[in-house]
């Protein structure tokens, strides 16, 4: 599916399997294994011993830096780092202007870098297994690193990403990870295989052209960009594979400006704890946030999900966990669907699909917001609105438990065959603009005048601060309260 016009990919930034397949290709016939492999003076100790047959052991102190001519693994080709312990620090460091092509084994009992301004290509026969693992298409300063590698933490590793490079992990590769995570830069970042960090690590697949910074802040690990932004109609960030973290770790993907389609999602590939998407949640120092684009019907599991950038795409959106939005969602390229299964945080302005949006648990909104749906608009639990006002669309139903809008001057606009299990309350006024409703609550509009079309059932009482106003056919169960107006109805 296209959203909108996408440069052409004929450079070395190509983000599709089949793109990044070709560039596997292209160089992974390469001189293989680590070549010229000389540590940086000042940063510390490292012996590149060959074993035979294709194995490399790398022994390695803590924050040593090793400029090598080109590091590239055949499938059949294996390199173990030998690190002090599991948080000790091993940067690769390649500069021959050449993508690294990576299709063979790579493990470690520490954190392993790799940083390749010209690019990272996993094959899809490669395996990486580490207590951590950093895949950069940047340049990294080797003092810097050194200096905070050993400095006990909290660790800000920085990574220089203008020189245009890409990461892309092919269909088939494993990139796996521990406590340290697996973390992905560049211009462009693409997984289409599976990235996996275990005991409480993180993901993180961030694209951006300037420095990206990942690390502590203030005691919460958090992604810091601080940059100009993608060229536009770059596609930051690509994930079509599996994204999974195991014991609470969270998932961060962020990319893009305010004109990229920064970050593009499809399938059911992302599992973990805290899942973030697009450009705030990560901590920018610059306005970066790029739009999530849907690129197939995508499923998403975590204990939360926080998109604080637009989504758009027409395509079914599942998202099983508490969920918030906080750009708008369906604003340019209306979603299929939306489902959340959990509870829902609404601060982008709209919500809007061609089919139906369900949400199974409360839904508390901020601001004015417009709930648009083609089909059905369902909220199992109760809505609370504050600091704006609140429209409600449901083409074919809208179908709420309780709806409170609060706040001087803020109105409930519904639109669609209404059904509410609960109250209806707004601060201001309430408008049911389709025959047919019922209500099994109260209704009341505290400052502002409350009405109804044809047919209406509403099973307790009705107040109003000013007029109530019911169409024909209309039946209250309770009491009809219009303090400074009139009661009207269409029979009369």
């Known amino acids: 599916m296209k959203t909108k016009k996408m440069r052409t990919m004929s450079n070395l930034r190509t983000l599709s399997a089949a793109g990044a397949a070709s560039l596997f290709l292209m160089h992974g016939a390469a001189l293989a294994g680590p070549v010229g492999g000389a540590v940086h003076p000042g940063t510390g100790i490292a012996n590149i011993i060959p074993l035979g ?6 022994q390695a102190s803590n924050g040593v830096v090793i400029n090598y001519t080109s590091f590239n693994l055949l499938n059949t080709e294996s390199v173990f780092f030998q690190q002090p312990s599991s948080t000790a620090h091993v940067l690769n460091r390649i500069t021959n202007g050449m993508p690294t092509s990576l299709d063979g084994t790579i493990s470690g009992n520490g954190i392993v870098f790799f940083a390749n301004p010209a690019g990272v290509v996993f094959g899809p026969n490669s395996i990486v297994n580490a207590a951590g693992f950093y895949a950069a298409a940047a340049n990294v300063d080797p003092m810097t690193f050194h200096n905070m590698a050993t400095s006990g933490g909290p660790y800000q590793f920085q990574f220089d990403a203008s020189a245009g490079g890409s990461v892309v992990v092919n269909p088939g590769a494993n990139l796996i990870g521990g406590a340290a995570g697996v973390h992905l830069i560049g211009q462009q970042v693409a997984n289409h295989g599976l990235i996996r960090a275990t005991n409480g690590g993180n993901v993180t697949m961030t694209a951006h052209n300037g420095v990206v910074t990942i690390g502590e802040f203030g005691g919460n690990f958090a992604v810091r960009i601080n940059a100009t932004g993608i060229d536009p109609g770059f596609q930051g960030v690509t994930n079509t594979g599996q994204l999974e973290t195991v014991g609470g770790g969270g998932i961060m993907l962020g990319a893009g400006d305010l004109y990229s389609l920064a970050i593009r999602l499809e399938g059911n590939g992302i599992q973990g704890g805290h899942v973030h998407f697009g450009g705030s949640g990560l901590a920018n120092e610059t306005n970066t946030n790029g739009a999530v684009v849907l690129g197939a019907d995508t499923t ?56 139906s949006q369900t949400y199974n648990g409360l839904v508390n909104l901020t601001g004015t917001n417009t709930l648009d749906a083609g089909d059905t608009l369902t909220a199992t639990g109760d809505m609370t609105s504050t600091g704006g006002s609140l429209t409600l669309i449901g083409a074919n ?20 065959v209404l059904t509410a299990t609960g109250d209806l309350t707004a601060q201001q006024d309430i408008t049911v603009n389709t025959d047919g409703a019922h209500v099994q609550g109260n209704v009341h509009a505290v400052d502002g005048s409350v009405t109804f079309q044809n047919n209406s059932t509403v099973d307790l009482n009705v107040t109003a601060g000013q007029n109530v106003t019911f169409g024909n056919n209309a039946v209250v169960g309770g009491d009809v309260t219009a303090t400074a107006g009139d009661a009207t109805f269409g029979d009369d």
């Open 53 to 58: 047959g294709g194995q490399w052991l790398i």
């Open 300 to 355: 998403i599991n975590g204990d939360s999900m926080i998109f604080w950038s637009t989504v758009d795409g027409a395509h079914n959106l599942n998202l099983v966990g508490n969920t918030a939005f906080h750009g708008q969602v369906g604003g340019t390229d209306a979603l299929a669907s939306v489902s959340v299964t959990g509870d829902t945080e609404i601060t982008g302005g709209l919500v809007m699909t061609t089919g």
């Open 397 to 416: 139903g809208v179908n709420v438990a309780g709806v409170n809008v609060q706040g001087a001057g803020n109105s409930l606009d519904i639109t669609g």
